[in-house]
């Protein structure tokens, strides 16, 4: 094909310098047509939650392979990680050392993740804190029981979960898509913190901006107690005041209930920039179309699949849809009508295999398959996981796709590396370098936007597509906002600006070779997350 004799490589920084064709066969698709910098006309970010980079990756590509677990045996010449060993593994300087959990321990209780106790955790850089800080000091056996998860907690005591990790005999599927794709070790959310800011981080690269908030914002007046219905696609609301560094519920949207704390956002997102260029998207969320519903996860307990506070762009009200409404047609997926691009996420699937599938979709797994701890777990996750992108493999559309795997938050898991100090602040919320401090440089706080400190937790994140490199783990600093960096990038959006991360994101671009694109698919099973059909998992 012509663009493989024109592209070159993406190398760091040098993703504009790509010749930006169209595909070969644009048949139906409606955005093969658009002008990118490289042959992906289609990104799909599956965004997980509450993940610690060690949580899931600590030994990386060593796992223990006891019998009656899915193995993994590492390919010769897997690249090594910054993951625990030596010392961290064995004498840690937290209260106990890190320790392995088993598939029976997958549903474990929820961590502390409030963005000054994972400040805190840090102890000003010697990463000693988190059994006090965020682990609440519960032992895995407290933290199985306080979820009714059966399963011993075994181990050596002292044994503090918020210690602990999973190897590649629970984490299969993506520790398989580690070594056939590519992965990095060093990214990172933009901010300390839950939920609701690493999901304003993704689509924004900026918490700053509430015109309104409520617990869990700062410098901006109270919002009403009730849900607004009164959103206005296209017109984009100017940044407030405040800063959101907590979980305020979303001001658009009506599956919140009467008095809860919520918060409006202003500026622009990923969603304004991509409306203004005509290009086609979606979030895309499970139990969107109907919020009362609900799945059992592996232990069998009953869990909401809408959590609205994952949901960011229900946060402005230029890209919001407050009453949940349906695209007019399934044609309509993509393309704005009265479902202002935010949709159930059965709808995705509908698109895609209709031929349909948007140039930028964002994935919200239903609640008991997101990741997240207590209510979710690695096992449901997976599922979720691999037959999303088996499905996708399965697409013609598959040859100009990348799938990003990316996470929300840390939970408050342990992890043994610090991010670099990018955006400083000096609220009363902060102390990641003192109290009321996360640097004492009030120059280096962006544009004035305070409660924004970051880099945060160090997270997982992968890129599943044709043209990641293969076996591959990138050390380039990235954080959330490098997602939308490489959208603004891929599509020509220009930037967000107004205090966006995107400016100072690092690029993507290490984590693909556009100019070597592999033809081979890797199909997992859901269950075991270990490769079928055949050596590659070929088609």
């Known amino acids: 094909m012509l663009w493989k004799r024109l592209l070159l490589a993406v190398g760091a920084g040098a993703l504009g310098l790509v010749p930006a064709l169209s595909g070969a066969d644009q048949g139906s698709d409606p955005a093969a047509s658009a002008r990118t910098a490289t042959p992906i006309k289609h990104l799909v970010v599956i965004f997980q939650e509450n993940v610690s980079f060690d ?143 690493g999901a304003l981080n993704l689509v924004s690269g900026n918490s700053f901006g509430a015109i309104c908030g409520g617990n869990n914002t700062i410098n901006a007046p109270r919002c009403p107690t009730t849900f607004s219905t009164a959103n206005n696609p296209g017109v984009v609301a100017p940044q407030g005041p405040g800063t959101v560094f907590g979980d305020d519920r979303p001001f658009f949207d009506n599956c919140d209930r009467p008095g809860q704390s919520t918060a409006q956002m202003g500026g622009q997102n990923i969603g304004d920039l991509l409306n203004t260029n005509g290009l086609t998207w979606g979030w895309f969320q499970g139990g969107f179309a109907n919020c009362a519903q609900t799945h059992a996860n592996v232990l069998g307990a009953s869990v909401g699949d809408y959590i609205m506070h994952h949901e960011p762009f229900q946060y402005y009200q230029s890209t919001s849809n407050p009453l949940h409404l349906p695209p007019s047609s399934d044609a309509m997926i993509g393309r704005q009508d009265q479902a202002n691009h935010q949709y159930d996420i059965g709808k995705f699937f509908a698109a895609a295999d209709a031929g349909r599938l948007p140039a930028v979709s964002f994935l919200k797994a239903p609640a008991f398959q997101d990741g997240h701890g207590a209510y979710s777990d690695p096992l449901d996750e997976q599922t979720f996981l691999v037959q999303t992108i088996n499905h996708l493999q399965r697409l013609d559309t598959w040859e100009s796709t990348a799938v990003v795997i990316a996470y929300d938050d840390s939970d408050g898991w342990y992890d043994h590396v610090l991010g670099p100090l990018a955006i400083q602040s000096q609220t009363p919320v902060d102390g990641l370098t003192g109290a009321g401090q996360c640097g004492a440089n009030a120059a280096k706080v962006p544009m004035g936007q305070q409660g924004r400190c970051g880099y945060g937790m160090r997270q997982p994140f992968l890129v599943v597509s044709p043209f990641a490199r293969v076996n591959f783990v990138d050390h380039t600093l990235t954080d959330q906002s490098s997602i939308t960096r490489f959208i603004e990038d891929n599509w020509h959006l220009g930037r967000i600006g107004s205090g966006s991360a995107d400016a100072f994101a690092g690029t993507l671009g290490g984590m693909f070779d556009f100019g070597r694109p592999h033809a081979s698919r890797l199909f997992l099973d859901p269950a075991t997350g270990q490769p079928v059909r055949g050596d590659h998992g070929e088609d």
């Open 55 to 197: 949580h899931y990756f600590a030994t990386y590509p060593a796992a223990a392979n006891p019998p009656g677990e899915p193995a993994f045996h590492a390919a010769e010449g897997t690249p090594n990680v910054n993951g625990l060993n030596g010392a961290l593994l064995t004498n840690n300087p937290n209260l106990s050392n890190p320790q392995r959990l088993d598939r029976s321990q997958a549903v474990t209780c929820d961590q502390d993740h409030v963005y000054t106790d994972e400040q805190q955790a840090m102890d000003l850089g010697a990463l000693d804190l988190f059994v006090q800080k965020t682990g609440a000091g519960l032992s895995l056996a407290q933290c199985l029981a306080k979820v009714g998860n059966p399963a011993p907690a075994g181990g050596v005591s002292p044994n503090d979960a918020v210690m602990d990790y999973y190897d590649g005999n629970t984490v299969t599927a993506l520790w398989n898509y580690a070594q056939r794709f590519s992965m990095s070790d060093n990214s990172f959310s933009t901010g300390y913190g839950p939920s609701t800011p």
